[in-house]
Structure formats: structure tokens, C-alpha cells
């Protein structure tokens, strides 16, 4: 079945260091990828999102492309700030269903 | 932006009685609105679809007796964990569905002692 994979975290970085949060996909079919971000005591709210092969979602700095041939959508970032501290959930929309297959979910901590 | 509202963000409760979580849409109606639930270390796994005025579509494995889930309004759902054992201690969240997009509430975190 359809399935997402990120890294464990936490992730813990100084201010201004570059960040990547890997993620892998299974799935049939040609899914959307999608990066949420949750903020401690917010919901979790859409980073960026890609729909097609070799797309790049971008915004806030962050960027991630879709890459059919290693079935991978890692996250970056050239230079994080402390407000960038949050849980970051990778996912995809089931190609037949429409229905959101997320990974565990990965903590940033940026100090300063 | 869209705001979903949830509550309680956290509770504790007792093995067998039930608690209720509510889901809110504060500035738009959703006709769906959906169920997670998240282990620790694992994924935020679908639990239900549910649609204004209609039953609710679980996914497999999800006990509907266990988890009901009220979708009475177009701004309102419910989920109430019945008789909650501690297994059923995990963090849940729901989001609403607008103009094929998704609001997040911010999560319970129940714990069942």
C-alpha cells in the first residue's frame, strides 16, 4: 500500500545552518507530495506541495521537489531561524482516493 | 487564513469512561471533516471521513462503536472515545475540508490511566 518516510527526529541546528528533512514515498499511481507544518500549539498548516514529477513546491524559504526516480520529496532550507522550530509532516494524496498518507512527523529545534 | 478550533488539547481520564473531542470551523463551513490519530513514533493515521448529516466512513480497523463521531453542523464534529482503555491513549486531530482545502485542528493529546 501507499506509505510515507521520513527521518527521525529531532533535528537540532544553530541559526542560519541548512536544513534537510529526508522523505521517500511508496504509492501507485502518480500521488501529490505535500509538506505540513505544525507550530507548538497551532494545527498543522500546508507548507508546500508539488503534483507532478520534477515540480518544485516552494514557500518561506523552504523548497522541495518531486523526484519520480528515487520516489523522494526532501524538505530544505539554506538558512533557518529559530521561528523555523516546529513538526514537520511529509505526505501524500492516495492517487485513487484523494486521502492523505502522512510520515511520522519530524522535530526541528533551531537555537540561537 | 481558515481557523479549525479544538478541544480539549489535552485530557486525562480514567480507564472506562468516555471523553469527547470537539472540532470546530470558526470562519467557513465544511461539509468534511476528518479524524487522526498518532502514536508515538508512528504516522497520523486517517480514523474517519465524516460529511454534514450523514454517517461516518471509518477506515479499516477503526471500531465505529468505539469511536463515535457527530457531524451535526456544518462547523461542528464530534469524536467520543467510549469506555477509553489506556491503548486508546494517543494523540488525535481532526481537520476541516474548504474549497479542496485542508484546516487543521491542533490536536488532543488523551491519555488514559
Known amino acids: 500500500g501507499n506509505s510515507v518516510t521520513q527521518m527521525e527526529g529531532p533535528v537540532t541546528l544553530s541559526e542560519e545552518a541548512f536544513l534537510t528533512i529526508n522523505c521517500t514515498y511508496t504509492a501507485t499511481g502518480y500521488p501529490s507530495l505535500f509538506w505540513y507544518v505544525q507550530y507548538p500549539g497551532e494545527g498543522l498548516q500546508l507548507l508546500l506541495k508539488?503534483?507532478?514529477?520534477?515540480d518544485k513546491g516552494s514557500n518561506k524559504g523552504f523548497e522541495a521537489t518531486y523526484r519520480k526516480e528515487t520516489t523522494s520529496f526532501h524538505l530544505e532550507k539554506g538558512s533557518v531561524q529559530v521561528s523555523d522550530s516546529a513538526v514537520y509532516f511529509c505526505?501524500?494524496?492516495?492517487?485513487?482516493?484523494?486521502?492523505?498518507?502522512f510520515g511520522t512527523g519530524t522535530r526541528l529545534q533551531v537555537f540561537p | 487564513g481558515a481557523v479549525v478550533s479544538q478541544h480539549p488539547s489535552w485530557v486525562i481520564c480514567k480507564s472506562g469512561t468516555s471523553v469527547k473531542i470537539e472540532c470546530r470551523s470558526l470562519?467557513?463551513?465544511?461539509?468534511?471533516m476528518f479524524w487522526y490519530r498518532q502514536f508515538p513514533k508512528q504516522s497520523l493515521m486517517l480514523m474517519a471521513t465524516?460529511?454534514?448529516?450523514?454517517?461516518?466512513?471509518?477506515e479499516q480497523g477503526v471500531e465505529k462503536d468505539k469511536f463515535l463521531i457527530n457531524h451535526a453542523s456544518l462547523t461542528l464534529s464530534t469524536l467520543t472515545v467510549t469506555s477509553a482503555h489506556p491503548e486508546d491513549s494517543s494523540f488525535y486531530i481532526c481537520s476541516a475540508a474548504t474549497d479542496e482545502k485542508l484546516f487543521f485542528g491542533s490536536g488532543t493529546q488523551l491519555s488514559v490511566l
Open positions: 470562519d467557513f463551513q465544511a461539509t468534511t
Open positions: 505526505a501524500l494524496s492516495d492517487y485513487n482516493t484523494d486521502k492523505l498518507i
Open positions: 465524516s460529511n454534514e448529516g450523514s454517517k461516518a466512513t471509518y
Open positions: 508539488a503534483t507532478k514529477a520534477d
